[in-house]
């Protein structure tokens, strides 16, 4: 049991004196009942609550996936530059929201915000192997030698990567995929063959892929559907 503008308060439309000040205008009940406190205590995977009538869905964790524009950090704030977290819509501002890994500030495409840190932790760690799908331009042409470097491991000065795919599907253009995250990690592979990475978009993590009807720097939650692929990364 919780109390009642705690619970609401967590979902980020309201806060806490928000809700007091809902429930002293009678719009707030519990299982069809008005309350007349916000310190009522009620458990959400038992009672009903309402506001206006309407039905409130408490979410334990919310998850949202990003089309990231060029342009914006991957954190919770920066002092220079807009962060992704700019790019969440404001009734999610009571939620302690953070990237689930990074994207650099140049690269676009798909990147999972969330307040679930066990799931961030999931899907992030080394050990997971969890498989990255980027589309990159460079601006060489895309070489077999390239290819087979990527398969065998390219080595940075910070250790061996390990074998990444590399498909060409364009003279200069190249569909990469890591299963592991290291800093400016495609950039620095190219590098190795002295090519310059000049597009990264980010099309895919583990089985949930970017859907082409998701503008840049829009965000949604996830479905179901799409939150089932990323749990079952365990
Ligand atoms: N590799 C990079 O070099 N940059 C990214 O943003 C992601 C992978």
């Known amino acids: ?13 309201y806060s806490r004196s928000d809700v007091k000040g809902l429930v002293a205008k009678g719009r707030v009940q519990v299982d069809g009942v008005r309350i007349k406190s916000s310190s009522v205590k009620a458990d959400p995977a038992i009672n009903r609550i309402s506001i206006d009538g309407v039905d409130i869905t408490v979410k334990q964790h919310i998850y949202l996936m990003l089309n990231k524009p060029k342009g914006y950090v991957s954190a919770t704030e920066d002092k220079e530059h807009q962060t992704v977290l700019e790019l969440v819509p404001e009734e999610y501002a009571g939620r302690e929201l953070f990237p689930a890994g990074r994207l650099d500030r140049d690269t676009t495409g798909l990147m999972i915000i969330t307040d679930d840190g066990v799931m961030a932790h999931n899907i992030l760690s080394p050990k997971k192997h969890v498989q990255k799908v980027y589309h990159v331009t460079i601006d060489i042409p895309v070489t077999e030698e390239m290819q087979k470097g990527f398969a065998d491991g390219v080595e940075l000065n910070d250790g061996v990567c390990k074998a990444a795919g590399l498909e060409m599907s364009g003279e200069y253009t190249a569909i990469v995929t890591l299963k592991e995250g290291r800093y400016h990690q495609i950039k620095r592979m190219f590098g190795c063959f002295g090519a310059k990475v000049v597009e990264l978009h980010r099309v895919a993590m583990g089985d949930l892929y970017l859907p082409s009807d998701l503008p840049e720097g829009q965000c949604r939650e996830l479905t179901e559907t799409e939150l089932n692929k990323l749990q079952q990364i365990k």
Do not use: H, N
């Not at 049991?1 to 439309?13: C, L, T, V």
């Open 1 to 13: 049991m919780e109390r009642i503008d705690k619970i609401i308060a967590s979902q980020g439309k």
